[in-house]
């Protein structure tokens, strides 16, 4: 891969126009809640939750999705897409079921987290960025977290797996084959689960 | 100290509001709300409390900078949470909503502002629904929205939530997120105080600077003043990770030295290693040795050691922990997140990432040694914000001490230290999106 790092925001460019696409009622419904939370004139700020809804409805976000995110926050498509192209939490092709993102950053990466990472991409048999053959995972490196007294920690599409153990990965991907999400530690604070 | 900001964050539904109203919960409103709003400002000034993001800046002169004259004005408290290291303002996000909730309210009724904005990390999607349910108790109870508690004052609470970039966490990038643009930074002054959200006076501040507001005004600025040494009161989170036996936020009052923290909490380093050097306050702040141990782990006292206590984000390095190696882990993270707004950064964290990479990996020359300190040189302080003296701290700070790591390295051409627990294929993290 070239590894350049000029303009590094623009290299993720959408790839393709995706199917037509409108938000669903309830979505709507959602995005009309959402949107009188900020002044009336500046409904732009609703864009980063108008394109989480996007990317829950379709999986990710196509030319289509900010062309409706566009129309229906008043502004206009290059405004939205300037602003995809800038968050890293926004996918603009399809991603596996589940999203295995390692932390890389300090204090992950000092308990271990380069090798959780070794130890996926050899059980997937896919480099970091790629998606599996059958669509169901895809692993991305991802920097700090936040969780770093749970170190080594992977986010698995929005919910946490703390103390990951390299030698476990294979473990890890055989629970979530077999049970999801609901396999994940979770977040420790969550006392209530325990 | 007792723990107070965190007494109760392990106790089953601390978050939901019968549990936060069993123990005081919501006293502290009551009590500013029969204040005129100077004096809450003033209480916080006498406090000497000083915000907990990572500059140390004292609260109570923001509030006072807050342009009154203007309408409206805005809260937008700072929870993008996202210096390496750091994880205090989640647990209290997450176990204590209500306390931040309430240290909004009494933040805009001190400023005038009638609407305060938690803006959120895109990864913490949890936090999202804790914070988003505490809130709509407090409004359902009257401790938001219209008529506070019969007070008159009328003031909204929301939940903004970012989608994944460091800078977000800048003040004047994060009121652009808000805005709904990129997390770029804005040139200063004007400060966010006179021009901020939407043009509009706006206080930024941290979580844990407006959670601790209801406890000086229900317990009073000189109770907050006594709980530290001077100008630095009050509770105070710490972040411990690392290669320590029990990573973990500890709250202590700032009269703790690091040695109590990272040995006494935080149990010291794992068996058979030794103590090899110090990150202090988050990934942004110069190291500290292992003869400074007995510094105090206080903004004031941190600074003459020669570091920063930023976020509080206590990074701890065992002898197995290669400089170099970390030096470019952290680049890699800075090279990553510029925002690529100004030039020097956007340009020269890709620079010296990549020189630092090749000698990891043995392919250095003496001469770059000396580039990365001039492309240090020519970053820090040509920025329009802090990124760019933080991304270069790395560098500067692991060539001052370990600059003999450095130098071993293109001797020998080849990793010096190569730990168990890092990759063995050295080219893994080349594919990082």
Redesign the interface.
Request: aromatic share 12%.
């Given at each position: 891969m070239a590894y350049d790092a000029t303009f590094h925001k623009s290299k993720r460019k959408l790839e393709d126009e995706g199917p037509p696409f409108e938000y669903t009622a309830e979505n709507r419904a959602r995005f009309d809640e959402i949107v009188k939370r900020y002044p009336p004139d500046r409904r732009r700020s609703a864009v980063l939750p108008a394109l989480y809804l996007a990317q829950h409805q379709q999986g990710y976000i196509t030319a289509n999705a900010i062309r409706h995110v566009a129309q229906c926050l008043g502004i206009t498509r290059a405004d939205v897409e300037d602003v995809v192209s800038f968050y890293t939490m926004f996918y603009t092709k399809p991603v596996g079921k589940f999203v295995l993102q390692v932390c890389r950053t300090l204090s992950c990466a000092l308990n271990g987290a380069e090798r959780v990472t070794e130890e996926l991409q050899e059980k997937l048999g896919i480099k970091p960025g790629e998606t599996d053959a059958t669509g169901t995972f895809t692993l991305i490196e991802v920097e700090c977290l936040g969780a770093c007294d749970r170190a080594p920690v992977v986010m698995v599409n929005d919910a946490w797996q703390e103390c990951q153990a390299p030698e476990d990965a294979g473990k890890l991907i055989e629970q979530l084959r077999s049970r999801g999400e609901a396999a994940l530690t979770g977040c420790h604070h969550i006392v209530e689960h325990k | 100290m007792d723990p107070i900001l965190t007494k109760y964050?392990?106790?089953?539904?601390s978050f939901t509001l019968d549990f936060y109203l069993a123990h005081e919960g919501y006293d502290a409103l009551k009590m500013a709300l029969a204040k005129k709003p100077d004096e809450i400002i003033e209480m916080v000034k006498a406090s000497g409390l000083r915000g907990r993001g990572g500059a140390g800046f004292p609260t109570g002169m923001k509030w006072q900078f807050v342009d009154k004259k203007i309408e409206p004005r805005y809260i937008a408290c700072n929870a993008d949470?996202?210096?390496?290291?750091?994880?205090k303002d989640?647990?209290l996000m997450?176990?204590n909503p209500h306390l931040l909730i309430e240290g909004c309210l009494i933040g805009c009724y001190a400023i005038g502002a009638k609407t305060a904005?938690i803006y959120i990390?895109?990864?913490?999607?949890?936090v999202q629904r804790v914070l988003e349910q505490a809130i709509a108790e407090a409004y359902a109870k009257g401790f938001a929205g219209k008529n506070i508690l019969g007070s008159g004052f009328d003031c909204?609470v929301?939940v903004?939530?970012?989608?994944?970039?460091?800078e977000a966490g800048e003040e004047t990038a994060l009121l652009e997120?808000?805005?709904?643009?990129?997390?770029q930074p804005r040139n200063k002054p004007p400060f966010p105080a006179v021009v901020g959200l939407?043009g509009k006076p706006t206080a930024v501040n941290n979580v844990e600077t407006l959670c601790n507001v209801p406890l000086v005004v229900k317990n009073g600025a000189e109770w907050f003043t006594k709980l530290g040494p001077e100008k630095n009161g009050g509770p105070k989170l710490y972040?411990?990770?690392?290669?320590v036996k029990r990573?973990?936020?500890y709250e202590a009052s700032m009269n703790i030295t690091l040695r109590e923290l990272i040995e006494g909490y935080a149990g010291g380093v794992r068996d058979g290693r030794t103590l090899k050097a110090v990150i202090p306050g988050g990934?942004s702040v110069p190291i500290l040795m292992p003869d400074q141990l007995d510094t105090q782990a206080s903004f004031d006292a941190i600074q003459k050691a020669g570091s920063l206590l930023g976020s509080a984000?206590i990074?701890v390095?065992d002898d197995t922990?290669c400089m170099v190696w970390?030096a470019e882990?952290?680049l890699?993270?800075y090279?990553?997140?510029s925002?690529?707004k100004c030039t020097p950064c956007?340009?020269g964290?890709?620079w010296l990432?990549?020189i630092v990479r090749r000698i990891e990996r043995g392919e250095g020359q003496m001469n770059d040694l000396d580039m990365l300190s001039s492309i240090s040189a020519n970053i820090a302080g040509k920025t329009l914000c802090a990124f760019g003296d933080a991304a270069v701290t790395p560098i500067v700070t692991t060539l001052k001490h370990f600059r003999h790591e450095y130098e071993a390295h293109i001797r020998e051409g080849k990793c010096t230290l190569p730990a168990s627990?890092?990759?063995?294929?050295t080219h893994?993290?080349?594919?990082?999106?």
């Open positions: - | 964050v392990r106790e089953p539904n949470e996202s210096e390496p290291g750091t994880f989640h647990l997450e176990r904005y990390r895109g990864e913490f999607f949890h909204d929301y903004h939530r970012g989608a994944g970039a460091y997120s808000l805005e709904g643009k990129r997390a939407y972040c411990v990770s690392g290669q990573p973990g936020v990934s984000a990074i390095l922990t970390l882990n952290l890699h993270f090279r990553h997140e925002c690529g956007r340009e964290t890709d990432h990549k627990w890092r990759a063995r294929n893994v993290h080349a594919g990082a999106h």
